[in-house]
């Protein structure tokens, strides 16, 4: 089966999720513009969108009419050619509505996993959780080498595990979309020792034809982005932990939050993006690496309590902020958690204070919005960071160690061997994360080797 | 030719802001203003400096697609919306495309002529931001021929100017009519900054012509043109009065604060036909020279144009359709600075279609009310000098590919 009749029958698992339905969108365009060419006319498409809520499916149907038309929109030229032969279809309008009932109409919403059996692609999007997936790929059909490749999002658990435990027989890579999959270009392409050659030839035709930015990862749990991430989150924690024996918990947060964004030119602090991806996201990842990476201390005791005290973080379902760590008004922090009393302290009672003692930043300022698109990107951030590490503030203290840390990490996942070389680190931290620079840069140094 | 019988004036003009990007306040997802909005706004605007609805005979209203921006038809009857004294008085809504603002004044000015007014209320209007762009342009598509528009670009406008801007490439050379094309851009937005209802207004961009250089992307646009070639997608409204000399007497305006109309050409082409010679606008030349000789001048005559650059190329050929440059001499023309403010003939004094906007409906208004604020000392920031051997201004209004083309030749009351 080739590219075009492997996609003739997809299935996605969890397709109602934020990663499924994102997903859905981008493989039911790909697979309505493989539709609309001459030859495929007569052929039939189909993707199974699987979940387990038909409330939630009938959400992922109007995200997607939503989408598909934005998409058709900004594609009104090459669909307008894709349809010249349709004399009934002149107005852009008349093509765009033909273009989404065509992708809508490959859709099928379904609670059976048993669909998947005879999809001839399987996108697994279910959450975090290896004994869930291998329950889910045991429904979908074929032993050994046959039967649906499995693509799975997972984002920590090594394909390896997944192919031994599945018994797929090596039809399984890892195909690593960030959130939300629709918007951001990085993939995260992880092929186990074990995966077809074919398999992963297709992954790599998918990624290419979605225009997606990829990075190859070596199957060690927690690939690359997590690699790094988990541990930039862990030495976030450890810090406001430490701080908070001179300085009150959420005075603490408050402070690692903001040097890991102003003063680290970054797009967010630390604690507000564990928010935005979810503590029980970052807990399910914990779970994984820290067995599969021993002595290496992937645990937050932190994060227990936290989501013991019912504090989660994570978005509804329109993509606002839910409170975790920090709490948010319109998008914008508003309190910091306090574990004790268990209520959020409101920015107004500790801004003040702890700006003050953050101490200034570097004039003249770089805003993370501005450094990038700078034109001089990389010596505005070295003068930058040259100014900082000259401050002898709280702010410019923390965000030098952490600076020092986050660079600390990603050598560390080049000799792990997680990362081929630093440019691919980089290149996660840029496109994944949005970072103005990559985490192995010239503006840190690292003193020891942990 | 069309001979005047008796004299005609403008004056009391009101432009709306032109709103759409590009405006501080605009806001796509946002309520606005609507068609009665606007209608009313300019519409008031002139009364009160015409001295009140008591003294209109008529009302004429120039708009293209009410009809699918803003699903209302019958504008005619939006007009005593403006001011109660309106009511029971004879009104007519004209449609000629992108010209309808211009034949709205060709109305007025014939009901003057034919003396069944001494006073008219001529007012246009189009909202299109009511519409995504790529449904835009369906909309704006039914100004070509509807059997065209299958075969034509998504874009169906830009891809017909790109065809334009395509043969003059070939025939002049690509670099050089670019640059013009840029010249032209840097020329409106220069120009809009000095008017503060502008939709170009707020632009700060400090290097505009290396801007309008960034080349056409036809995977995502046309061929041959970018989006910075293209004028505005506008909300707006203009009006003015027109008027006999009792007219004037009975509004107490003077003659030196209103404009006479000193010649009037207006050209129709065949909608099912395309143009001879692309990289001409012929229409354009017809209706400009019919003009030109109804006002007994010439070409060199005059002291500032307003012209329909929809797209900058259509800028660019206008000069050499009105016959200030020799043929296939527009970019040289351009080049040398002659359009810009500074330059021997200032064209688009208040920004144009690229710089000021383009609701499509409202823009021949708009033209004779920045010629009567140009030729009457009004223009604030924007003002030009004029030279008393050159005291003539000429409007040019096109709908459709060169199809309905209005040119009216204008000067100072006196």
């Not at chain 1, 021993?294 to 973080?313: N, T």
């Not at chain 2, 208004?365 to 050159?390: D, N």
């Amino acid at each position: 089966m080739d590219y075009e009749g492997r996609l003739g029958n997809v299935a996605v698992l969890g397709a109602a999720g934020k990663m499924g339905s994102g997903i859905v969108l981008l493989v039911s365009q790909e697979m309505a513009d493989l539709s609309l060419k001459p030859e495929n006319r007569s052929k039939t498409f189909v993707l199974h969108a699987v979940d387990i809520s038909h409330q939630a499916l009938s959400g992922l149907m109007s995200y997607l009419r939503e989408q598909v038309r934005k998409g058709a929109e900004k594609k009104i030229v090459a669909l307008r050619a894709a349809y010249a032969d349709r004399s009934d279809l002149v107005d852009n309008s008349e093509i765009i509505d033909a273009y989404v009932d065509r992708a809508l109409d490959i859709v099928r919403p379904t609670t059976l996993i048993e669909a998947a059996a005879e999809a001839g692609a399987v996108f697994e999007a279910a959450p975090e959780s290896l004994d869930l997936k291998l329950k889910l790929l045991a429904k979908c059909g074929g032993k050994g080498p046959k039967g649906p490749w499995v693509f799975t999002n997972t984002s920590s658990i090594p394909i390896c595990e997944i192919d031994e435990k599945a018994g797929l027989g090596g039809r399984v890579m890892g195909f690593h979309f960030y959130n939300p999959p629709a918007v951001q270009k990085l993939v995260e392409l992880i092929r186990a020792k074990t995966t077809l050659a074919e398999v992963a030839a297709f992954a790599e035709a998918l990624a290419k034809s979605l225009r997606k930015t990829v990075v190859p990862s070596h199957d060690i749990a927690g690939f690359i982005g997590n690699g790094h991430f988990m541990r930039d989150m862990l030495f976030g924690m450890a810090e406001a932990e430490r701080l908070s024996k001179e300085m009150p918990f959420t005075h603490a947060v408050y402070c690692v939050n903001k040097s890991s964004q102003d003063f680290l030119v970054r797009p967010m602090g630390i604690f507000q993006l564990v928010d935005y991806v979810g503590l029980e996201v970052c807990q399910c990842i914990l779970k994984v690496m820290d067995p599969r990476l021993p002595g290496q201390g992937l645990k937050s005791a932190l994060l227990e309590r936290f989501l013991g005290q019912g504090v989660k973080g994570g978005q509804n379902h329109d993509g606002s902020q839910k409170d975790g760590f920090l709490r948010y008004e319109k998008g914008r922090i508003a309190g910091v958690w306090e574990p004790e009393a268990k209520r959020y302290v409101p920015l107004s009672e500790l801004q003040v204070d702890c700006d003050k003692k953050l101490g200034p930043l570097p004039e003249p300022g770089l805003a993370w919005k501005s450094a990038v698109k700078h034109p001089a990107k990389d010596k505005a951030l070295a003068e930058f960071f040259c100014k900082l590490a000259g401050m002898k503030t709280l702010g410019a203290e923390l965000a030098l160690r952490h600076g020092s840390r986050s660079k600390e990490v990603a050598l560390a996942l080049v000799s792990d061997g997680v990362a081929a070389r630093a440019e691919d680190v980089n290149k996660v931290l840029l496109t994944g994360f949005f970072h103005a620079y990559g985490p192995v840069n010239d503006y840190f140094q690292v003193k020891v080797a942990k | 030719m069309i001979k005047l019988r008796r004299k005609v004036y403008m004056a009391a003009g009101y432009n709306t802001v032109s709103m759409g990007t590009g405006r501080k306040e605009f806001h796509p997802k946002k309520p606005r203003p609507g068609l009665e909005d606007y209608i009313k706004e300019a519409g008031k605007g002139t009364l009160d400096r015409l001295g009140g609805a008591k003294n209109v005979d008529e009302g004429v209203i120039g708009n293209f697609m009410a009809a699918r921006f803003n699903n209302q038809g019958n504008l005619a009857a939006l007009i005593p919306s403006i001011d109660e004294g309106l009511r029971w008085k004879p009104c007519t809504r004209v449609e000629g495309a992108c010209c309808s603002g211009a034949l709205a004044l060709a109305a007025g000015i014939r009901s003057v002529l034919a003396e069944t007014a001494e006073v008219v209320l001529a007012v246009g209007v189009e909202v299109q931001n009511t519409v995504k762009a790529v449904y835009g342009a369906d909309i704006l598509a039914t100004a070509g021929w509807r059997k065209e528009r299958k075969t034509g670009h998504a874009h169906f406008f830009p891809g017909k100017f790109s065809d334009r801007a395509g043969a003059c490439y070939a025939k002049y050379g690509r670099d050089k009519t670019r640059r013009a094309m840029a010249r032209w851009y840097r020329n409106a937005i220069e120009n809009a900054r000095l008017c503060a209802t502008a939709q170009e207004h707020g632009n700060t961009q400090k290097e505009l012509e290396a801007q309008a250089m960034t080349e056409p992307d036809p995977r995502t646009f046309v061929e041959h043109l970018s989006v910075y070639d293209c004028s505005k997608v506008s909300d707006g409204a203009s009006a003015i009065g027109i008027l006999s000399e009792e007219g004037l007497k009975r509004c107490g305006i003077p003659k030196t604060d209103a404009v006479e109309v000193v010649g009037l050409g207006q050209v129709e082409a065949d909608l099912t036909l395309p143009p001879e010679d692309p990289a001409r606008l012929e229409t354009t030349a017809r209706a400009a020279a019919a003009a030109l000789e109804s006002a007994g001048i010439k070409a060199s005559d005059l002291g500032t144009v307003e012209t329909h650059d929809c797209f900058t190329i259509a800028g660019v050929l206008a000069t050499e359709a009105i016959g200030l440059a020799p043929p296939g001499q527009g970019p040289d023309f351009v080049l040398a600075g002659e359009t810009s403010r500074s330059g021997k003939v200032p064209f688009n004094t208040t920004g144009g279609l690229v710089g000021w906007g383009h609701p499509t409906g409202a823009t021949g208004v708009h033209q004779a009310v920045t010629l009567w604020e140009q030729l009457t000392g009004k223009a604030g920031p924007a003002q030009i000098k004029l030279s008393p051997e050159r005291p003539y201004g000429l409007s040019v209004n096109m709908g459709g590919d060169d199809k309905t083309v209005v040119a009216i030749v204008f000067r100072r009351g006196a």
